[in-house]
């Protein structure tokens, strides 16, 4: 047998460049936990040869995928490339050759996760991809084995590191969304289009990828409904705090017997005693409800070099020991239901409806009556101000489907006395059932 086990890198960026100081820094340790020492012997990078100035004399670089993909003596293929293209390929590539596969890739797992599964179980090799969703948080790990024994119903949780941090700066700081975006950018934490993160795409194909674990059914981005941070005012997140709750931008997928599975994105509110309430700054956390475990949170840093090194690591340390004990593909697709999506008109939750209406008699009635007609029922109504003439009114609903809510807003965007809609903002507190 071999000394090594010998892992080819795609990709020595940011979380490249993480991954090959953990396993050197910790080779030691790692090798007496698997048996056998772990060594990247190849690296691919576009630059090859100015990955040699960063990264010293110990790997041999290539500019050609080939020399790693193609090596009867590359037993792991790690993947840290991001974008979907040509990294699907690679990974394909190196599957078909009945190589292991680790990966953080979470554009490709989301859309092409079947497919490469497949792939791995025809050539008896293994896919992993912990660091895909919620960078050094072990979930899909736990997911698919400490909590494998578990009917799961519900999976919500922060998902961008991003948002989260932007979130909570409004809140602590008493920012705008416009500054504090700027600031995100200013310090790294969003990109100079934050597009994917504000928009909640980042989330999307995250909370996907666990929709799909957790409920045995293949998610993709096309079955989650998404909608960003873009219209979050200052001015909800002080209500909110009023109101007792916080504003967190959640992944939320949630699995009804009798009406089947909903995926979304976007921006809740949560009471302030939940456990996610208290996840602030560029931390990410995943809370998941099952049937014998109750309710469970795993919580970390959801992005970085070293974090999700940290979980690359570990896919390639179990990938490790399961090419050792002649045990991979432990583990294949858990996908092997299919469950059927919601419908708008049973997805349902409490709301919270901020718009600026003629402060006039008779203006109250008229936006109760609109969600009169279509069976909103409303807890609550609050009016404490007036901007530039027009009273602000706030309104928290009791739980709503999702039809029943756009076709209370579709009247209220035309109805004479609402001069806009400013916010809607999902709620979930099961004391508005």
């Not at 772990?38 to 960063?54: C, D, P």
């Not at 045995?216 to 209500?239: A, C, F, P, Q």
């Not at 999700?308 to 340390?317: E, F, G, N, P």
């Given at each position: 047998?071999?000394?090594?086990?010998?892992?080819?890198?795609?990709?020595?960026?940011?979380?490249?460049?993480?991954?090959?100081?953990?396993?050197?820094?910790?080779?030691?340790?790692?090798?007496?936990?698997?048996?056998?020492?772990?060594?990247?012997?190849?690296?691919?990078?576009?630059?090859?040869?100015?990955?040699?100035?960063?990264?010293?004399?110990?790997?041999?670089?290539?500019?050609?995928?080939?020399?790693?993909?193609?090596?009867?003596?590359?037993?792991?293929?790690?993947?840290?490339?991001?974008?979907?293209?040509?990294?699907?390929?690679?990974?394909?590539?190196?599957?078909?050759?009945?190589?292991?596969?680790?990966t953080a890739n979470k554009d490709v797992v989301a859309k092409y996760g079947k497919e490469l599964f497949a792939l791995a179980q025809e050539h008896g090799c293994d896919f992993m991809f912990e660091?895909?969703?919620?960078?050094?948080?072990?979930?899909?790990?736990?997911?698919?084995?400490?909590?494998?024994?578990?009917?799961?119903?519900?999976?919500?949780?922060?998902?961008?590191?991003?948002?989260?941090?932007?979130?909570?700066?409004?809140?602590?700081?008493?920012?705008?969304?416009?500054?504090?975006?700027?600031?995100?950018?200013?310090?790294?934490?969003?990109?100079?289009?934050?597009?994917?993160?504000?928009?909640?795409?980042?989330?999307?194909?995250?909370?996907?990828?666990?929709?799909?674990?957790?409920?045995?059914?293949?998610?993709?981005?096309?079955?989650?409904?998404?909608?960003?941070?873009?219209?979050?005012?200052?001015?909800?997140?002080?209500?909110?705090?009023?109101?007792?709750?916080?504003?967190?931008?959640?992944?939320?997928?949630?699995?009804?017997?009798?009406?089947?599975?909903?995926?979304?994105?976007?921006?809740?509110?949560?009471?302030?005693?939940?456990?996610?309430?208290?996840?602030?700054?560029?931390?990410?956390?995943?809370?998941?409800?099952?049937?014998?475990?109750?309710?469970?949170?795993?919580?970390?840093?959801?992005?970085?070099?070293?974090?999700?090194?940290?979980?690359?690591?570990?896919?390639?340390?179990?990938?490790?020991?399961?090419?050792?004990?002649?045990?991979?593909?432990?583990?294949?697709?858990?996908?092997?239901?299919?469950?059927?999506?919601?419908?708008?008109?049973?997805?349902?939750?409490?709301?919270?409806?901020?718009?600026?209406?003629?402060?006039?008699?008779?203006?109250?009635?008229?936006?109760?009556?609109?969600?009169?007609?279509?069976?909103?029922?409303?807890?609550?109504?609050?009016?404490?101000?007036?901007?530039?003439?027009?009273?602000?009114?706030?309104?928290?609903?009791?739980?709503?489907?999702?039809?029943?809510?756009?076709?209370?807003?579709?009247?209220?965007?035309?109805?004479?006395?609402?001069?806009?809609?400013?916010?809607?903002?999902?709620?979930?507190?099961?004391?508005?059932?």
């Amino acid at each position: 047998m071999k000394d090594f086990v010998n892992v080819g890198l795609l990709g020595a960026g940011t979380v490249g460049g993480g991954v090959l100081h953990v396993l050197e820094r910790n080779s030691a340790d790692i090798a007496k936990k698997v048996g056998k020492n772990i060594k990247i012997t190849k690296v691919f990078g576009r630059a090859s040869e100015n990955l040699q100035e960063v990264y010293g004399d110990g790997y041999f670089y290539t500019a050609n995928a080939d020399d790693i993909l193609n090596d009867p003596e590359i037993d792991i293929v790690v993947e840290l490339m991001g974008r979907e293209h040509p990294a699907k390929e690679f990974m394909a590539q190196a599957l078909a050759n009945g190589k292991s596969v680790v990966t953080a890739n979470k554009d490709v797992v989301a859309k092409y996760g079947k497919e490469l599964f497949a792939l791995a179980q025809e050539h008896g090799c293994d896919f992993m991809f912990e660091g895909s969703v919620a960078g050094g948080i072990p979930i899909i790990q736990a997911m698919n084995s400490s909590l494998a024994a578990n009917k799961i119903s519900s999976v919500m949780g922060i998902m961008n590191g991003t948002t989260n941090y932007m979130l909570s700066k409004m809140s602590k700081e008493h920012m705008g969304y416009a500054e504090v975006l700027k600031e995100a950018q200013d310090k790294g934490y969003a990109e100079s289009d934050p597009t994917a993160d504000v928009g909640g795409f980042d989330a999307a194909r995250k909370v996907a990828i666990l929709a799909s674990i957790a409920f045995n059914t293949r998610v993709s981005m096309d079955d989650v409904r998404i909608e960003g941070i873009e219209k979050i005012d200052l001015v909800d997140i002080n209500y909110a705090k009023e109101l007792g709750y916080a504003v967190k931008l959640l992944g939320i997928a949630k699995n009804d017997p009798e009406y089947g599975i909903s995926v979304c994105v976007h921006p809740t509110m949560i009471p302030e005693s939940h456990p996610l309430a208290n996840v602030n700054d560029a931390y990410n956390a995943i809370f998941v409800t099952g049937d014998a475990i109750g309710e469970a949170m795993f919580m970390g840093l959801g992005a970085g070099r070293y974090p999700t090194a940290s979980a690359v690591c570990a896919d390639i340390i179990e990938a490790a020991r399961n090419i050792l004990h002649n045990n991979r593909g432990r583990i294949t697709c858990t996908c092997y239901e299919e469950k059927h999506l919601c419908s708008s008109e049973n997805m349902c939750a409490p709301c919270y409806i901020r718009m600026q209406v003629n402060d006039q008699p008779g203006a109250l009635a008229a936006i109760a009556a609109a969600f009169g007609a279509q069976n909103v029922s409303l807890r609550s109504v609050v009016q404490n101000r007036t901007v530039d003439g027009l009273a602000e009114i706030v309104v928290i609903t009791h739980s709503v489907s999702e039809y029943s809510l756009q076709m209370a807003l579709q009247i209220l965007k035309v109805l004479p006395v609402v001069k806009e809609v400013c916010s809607i903002i999902r709620v979930e507190d099961n004391g508005l059932s």
